[in-house]
């Protein structure tokens, strides 16, 4: 199912801090840094091969990502797999008894493309998601 993966969301309490840490000590500069207002978010973008790599603030420290921060500290939040027709497997994890988050089981992502998410509690604990591909 899965081909490749798609992101890791790591959580940090200031995306440009970690921004310029990483071109300081690994020459790295992001693809992109952008606020996501209608999500609560600030990206640091990187491309690592085929994956991104996404140093997100959460700009509400009472939202879930805000609230996880606050509880775990900065960290890996989810890694998502890259997948083909999401739709179908989407479906397919709905009818293994999956609890699907998002209508339909699917979400769009603040990038535009499109997810599938697994209710933690549906698969021990782990914040499965997948991404189209």
Avoid: C, W
């Avoid at 990187?46 to 900065?74: C, I, R, W």
């Avoid at 797999?81 to 999401?86: L, P, Q, R, W």
């Amino acid at each position: 199912m899965f081909e490749f993966i798609h992101h890791v969301r790591i959580l940090v309490h200031d995306a440009e801090a970690m921004a310029a840490y990483m071109e300081e000590n690994f020459g790295m500069t992001p693809v992109k840094i952008e606020v996501f207002p209608a999500r609560g978010m600030k990206n640091a973008v990187y491309k690592v091969g085929q994956t991104n790599v996404e140093f997100t603030e959460p700009l509400d420290p009472d939202s879930a990502m805000g609230e996880y921060l606050k509880a775990f500290g900065p960290g890996p939040y989810h890694m998502a797999f890259g997948v083909s027709d999401i739709a179908d497997k989407a479906a397919a994890l709905a009818d293994k008894g999956n609890e699907m988050r998002g209508e339909n089981g699917m979400s769009r992502s603040a990038e535009g493309y499109m997810t599938a998410n697994i209710a933690a509690a549906s698969a021990l604990g782990y914040p499965f998601q997948i991404a189209e591909g």
